[in-house]
């Protein structure tokens, strides 16, 4: 559905939601597979602690900047 001329139309709150999932679910994934050599024996919620600021980060200058400008036609 097209909006009314002269009217832009609100981004897609799944398209968006899912393009965060997809560049945020790898970076996760890398990030636990880096992260899990480096600290072997530390309990899960210190890990969590290490990774979360990063993927946070990540987001907040880089992913969702980044899906906002560079992929907004597709939203």
């Known amino acids: 559905m097209n909006a009314p001329a002269g009217k ?3 981004p897609s709150r799944l398209r968006f939601a899912l393009l965060v999932f997809l560049a945020v679910y790898p970076l996760v ?5 880096a992260l899990i050599p480096l600290t072997p024996g530390w309990p899960l919620p210190l890990r969590t602690l290490v990774l979360v600021p990063v993927v946070v ?9 980044t899906i906002q400008t560079r992929l907004r036609h597709w939203l």
């Open 8 to 10: 832009p139309r609100n």
């Open 29 to 33: 994934t890398l990030g636990l597979s």
């Open 57 to 65: 980060a990540a987001m907040v200058w880089v992913i969702i900047p």
